[in-house]
């Protein structure tokens, strides 16, 4: 049986509906990411890829805030006689930290619901950006500010959001590091929904509620050929789709769902 385990910066339970519960846990700190909780999120995401029990994945923050970023402060704090990093040890650490970690959620056959409230920025930002649906407090504030550090953008950043956004817009957000809150998110495509703060919790249950009760197979082949499509060309992409049929097709909850279609009543899928 697979196991889940919480760890210091991130809390990690399932319930009895299949839902995979991810919460950010340094409220102290905004719920920075640090190479801890970065490693949980990675390792977690990974079992739970393979983990027939799990139906959705729910990921938040704890406190008043989602997540400020990742803890560079935290981990660039050093004794006076401590080395300093090698050059080249951002370039190497990346591969197996945020460019893994943007990957699974993209790819994990799982619907992923984000619920934000307060601050997520940097890599909290994206996120929520390749989070299937995010619920977005309309005060939430969505910032990038790589360069107002002197650094260059990563976690992928300045690959999805021109596409989500366009080239214009990310420009502006990456460049200029401008700040925008949940309405904004949600009116160009980086949130799902924006709620008042006090229903973000409630609204992200619902909607998990109902990607967890929904045609698990289904919903994971189509989020693979959501993310596939922008690289492929028609005539391939038509070819992804009737592999995907014949795969869903062969599930029991098609044979659930036409069965409740035949008898006009909604469908109760098993998630098989």
């Not at 006090?198 to 289904?218: D, N």
């Amino acid at each position: 049986m697979t196991r889940y385990a919480s760890m210091p910066g991130l809390d990690v339970e399932t319930d009895d509906a299949g839902v995979l519960r991810l919460v950010l846990n340094v409220p102290g700190r905004r719920n920075a990411l640090n190479d801890t909780s970065m490693e949980g999120l990675i390792g977690t995401l990974e079992l739970a890829s393979t983990d027939d029990r799990l139906r959705a994945v729910l990921l938040t923050g704890a406190g008043d805030d989602f997540c400020s970023g990742f803890d560079i402060i935290g981990r660039n704090k050093r004794g006076d006689d401590a080395p300093k990093p090698r050059t080249g040890s951002i370039q190497r650490r990346l591969p197996n930290q945020a460019n893994r970690l943007i990957p699974l959620l993209l790819e994990l056959q799982l619907p992923v619901v984000c619920a934000v409230r307060g601050w997520a920025v940097g890599i909290g930002a994206q996120l929520a950006l390749v989070s299937d649906f995010t619920v977005a407090a309309e005060d939430a504030v969505f910032w990038y500010p790589f360069l107002r550090r002197g650094f260059t953008p990563d976690s992928g950043s300045t690959w999805l959001l021109p596409r989500v956004v366009g080239a214009g817009r990310a420009r502006e957000l990456l460049m200029l590091d401008r700040r925008f809150n949940g309405v904004e998110a949600a009116e160009w495509g980086i949130a799902h929904r924006a709620v008042p703060s006090a229903e973000v919790a409630g609204t992200a249950e619902e909607l998990v509620a109902r990607l967890a009760a929904g045609p698990t197979v289904a919903l994971g082949l189509t989020k693979s050929l959501l993310a596939a499509a922008p690289g492929h060309d028609l005539r391939r992409h038509l070819a992804d789709e009737a592999y995907a049929m014949e795969l869903s097709s062969r599930s029991p909850d098609f044979r659930e769902g036409m069965k409740a279609f035949a008898e006009r009543r909604s469908p109760d899928f098993g998630g098989l």
